[in-house]
């Protein structure tokens, strides 16, 4: 089963920027499509970014333009680089795996996430 951990959160300003890591365990990492989930206070988590095993990127319309996902499938590792940040990026960001069918992980087998708050 893999497990993820993610980094690189923080408090930034209005506009600022921000670059997410995820440490994913598990060799079968590389084969899945992998996404980040951004959960605010008191909503839902949902993805905001995803690419495939082999790097095509699929985005929410919230996040597009802004922010940019990669993968380095040697190191077992996703990015999110996150640019032109505002108030409702705020929250926690998560990395898992992503299945387009089901908008959403192969299993909900969650990490601890990375806080992100974005001020005015």
């Known amino acids: 089963q893999m497990h993820f951990v993610e980094s690189g959160g923080g408090l930034v300003q209005l506009g600022g920027s921000l670059n997410l890591s995820c440490e994913a365990d598990g060799d079968i990492f590389r084969q899945w499509p992998a996404g980040w989930y951004h959960q605010a206070p008191g909503k839902q988590r949902g993805m905001v970014a995803a690419?495939?095993?082999?790097?095509?990127?699929k985005y929410a319309d919230s996040v597009l333009g802004r922010f940019t996902i990669s993968r380095d499938n040697v190191k077992n590792t996703l990015l999110l680089q996150m640019n032109s940040l505002r108030p409702e990026d705020t929250g926690v960001y998560y990395c898992?795996?992503?299945?387009?069918?089901?908008?959403?992980?192969?299993?909900?087998?969650w990490g601890q996430g990375t806080s992100v708050t974005v001020s005015s």
């Open positions: 898992n795996t992503y299945l387009t069918d089901y908008d959403g992980p192969l299993r909900a087998n």
């Open positions: 690419v495939t095993a082999d790097g095509v990127t």
